[in-house]
């Protein structure tokens, strides 16, 4: 079930279990400033290399924009699909997708990165072998979905780094027993 623009139920969790997946009490709450310095980076980085974005059409980019988005998010969901209750819901300018599902590492690590392979590295691949206005948006397409995918890209670090046999769940992980 799909739950829109609201937050999933409280869930009965024994956190004696479940270890928040950020322990750093100082780094959990200064998560987003990481966040929003990558984002900044890489909003940067497009003056850094001179893409050339705005010889585009502005509204064609907002069209892209919006289009990558969708895209990105329905990635996302593609992985987790069937495994549990999905809330979808926003917080500023932030869209959040949870889940109930407990979610293995590789599973987890796959919902966080796919759409990060899919629509940045893949475009930027293809971007190699096209030129003209085609090759500007395959690469506006990369560095826009690389700009949404900043928490991802923190959190597929930190999932990488966790031992083989973590399972996930809203926010929590434990290690299970071999």
Known sequence: MIIWFRHLPPSSMDFLEWTPFIQNNWYRKHYMKF??????????????????????NVFLL??????????????????????????LTFSGIFFWINTNAILSKVRFWFFMSLPFIVLSVVPVIISFYVLGEIKLILLFVGWFNTLISSSDLINSVLIAIKPRNTVFCRGYYRIESN
Do not use: P, W
């Open 35 to 56: 966040v929003y310095l990558l984002m900044v980076t890489i909003f940067l980085l497009q003056n850094v290399f001179s893409t050339g974005f705005s010889d585009i």
């Open 62 to 87: 907002i069209i892209i924009a919006i289009f990558v988005f969708i895209l990105h998010e329905c990635l996302h969901l593609l992985v987790i699909r069937n495994k549990g209750d999905i809330s």
